[in-house]
């Protein structure tokens, strides 16, 4: 994939509409209230929708934010799913249901961190979003309702998009700044770059520059430590990995998919039973490639999923039945952080072990502070491990803390994202 995009630099805004897509995709408070918990992502989109604004654009941002049901139907049915009586799904709650995810908090969010107004509007493409961006001004800014409102949004649909364009106008700029959101082939992620001249705006540009220039060429030893509870997950991160990587890392749940494929004792662990063929061939093209794959040697084990289960170390393998293993243990806490000492890139996706109970995130901290410490260009991929460094206190530490999860996944699985293959390239 070439990762060397146009982005709003390249292009003149100057007296035109620009449709940006943003990652507005905020956590909002469970009471129902509105109220949002963390605004980074709101943050995070400030540098391009200012330098847009500076530079006499007219700028229409738009994103989603949940998972909104667009269809009463597909709402009903998704709640049956749920264990929920259809027969008490009325529309009235559908309405209800999406009414919690509409857009006022973020405008009113974004309002106050730019210091000027945000103009809103009722609908993604209706009349309403029409009129305002018909009105809209070289500097101002106004902000669609959910995208995830249309049907058309998910299913990239190309008559959705077309009516997203022509709100920019004729000679109108789309601009993508949603990295959290490229990996997905949607009408307000790609598909409207069928119709409007294409470009990245600066939280892209990072991603591309940082993780792209970390794959396509590393500065060596490039060490990639991969964790989380899946193997099926990292599978295809693993296997691209093995073609560029000097060393990589097992940690987490998805160990103890490798140390049972090794013919290990693992109790009652996290194991992919289907998946433990895939671990074996990972060990063996690893030792092919002559890239070194780290396991753990010991394990900290539990009694039960809990926080405050008892708990012990063992060798890894030797997990005794109705024990689980939780965490790295201290063997392999030494063994992993003395691997990116000396590291020149390396890449963190997936926590160590369960890093939400204290007594259990040993090995996620051992990970975090041996990075804080190194040299390295040091890149965390976004999802539990970028909240396992913010909520350990070392995102400051950190190189790049990538503001995608699925995206910054597949990225590093190779795959073409729908959102970067269709801006301009430089």
């Not at 789309?174 to 997905?184: M, T």
């Not at 705006?201 to 970390?214: P, R, S, T, V, Y």
Request: proline letters at 4%; a negative charge.
């Amino acid at each position: 994939m070439n990762y060397n995009k146009k982005t709003v630099k390249d292009v003149d805004v100057k007296g035109k509409k620009v449709l940006l897509r943003c990652d507005f995709n905020v956590p909002l408070a469970k009471d129902g209230s509105g109220v949002i918990t963390d605004d980074k992502r709101i943050r995070a989109a400030l540098p391009t929708i200012q330098y847009l604004l500076e530079n006499g654009a007219a700028v229409i941002a738009c994103s989603h934010l949940g998972k909104p049901v667009a269809s009463f139907d597909k709402w009903v049915k998704k709640q049956a799913e749920k264990g929920k009586d259809p027969a008490t799904l009325t529309e009235d709650k559908w309405k209800k249901s999406l009414d919690a995810l509409r857009m006022e908090p973020v405008a009113a969010r974004l309002s106050e961190l730019l210091g000027k107004p945000v103009v809103l509007a009722d609908d993604v493409v209706g009349p309403d979003a029409v009129a305002k961006a018909a009105a809209l001004k070289s500097g101002e800014i106004m902000l669609l309702q959910n995208t995830r409102f249309e049907k058309g949004e998910t299913k990239g649909d190309p008559e959705l998009a077309k009516k997203m364009a022509d709100l920019a106008g004729a000679d109108g700029v789309y601009v993508s700044d949603a990295f959290g959101a490229v990996h997905r082939a949607h009408a307000s992620t790609a598909v409207v770059a069928d119709y409007l001249p294409a470009v990245s705006g600066f939280l892209i540009q990072k991603e591309l520059e940082i993780i792209g220039g970390a794959l396509a060429a590393p500065k060596r030893p490039l060490v990639a430590i991969l964790g989380g509870s899946k193997v099926s997950s990292k599978i295809g991160v693993i296997n691209n990995l093995l073609e560029i990587a000097d060393t990589i890392i097992i940690g987490g749940g998805m160990a103890y998919t490798f140390s049972a494929a090794k013919g290990g004792k693992i109790g009652d662990s996290l194991l992919e039973e289907d998946w433990k063929d895939y671990a074996n061939e990972m060990v063996e093209k690893a030792a092919k490639k002559g890239v070194k794959l780290l396991l753990p040697v010991d394990t900290v084990i539990a009694d039960k999923f809990a926080p405050d289960a008892n708990s012990d170390v063992v060798k890894a393998g030797e997990i005794p039945d109705s024990w689980q293993g939780l965490d790295i243990g201290p063997e392999t806490v030494k063994l992993y952080c003395d691997a990116v000492a000396d590291a020149g890139t390396v890449i963190w996706n997936g926590p160590m072990g369960v890093f939400e109970f204290e007594k259990f995130a040993v090995g996620t901290k051992a990970v975090a502070e041996a990075l804080s410490k190194t040299q390295a260009i040091t890149i965390i991929g976004g999802g539990d491990s970028a909240a396992a460094v913010q909520q350990l206190g070392y995102a400051d530490k950190m190189t790049h803390i990538s503001t995608g999860g699925g995206a910054s996944l597949e990225f590093m699985e190779g795959k073409e994202l729908p959102g970067v293959a269709c801006l301009l390239d430089a």
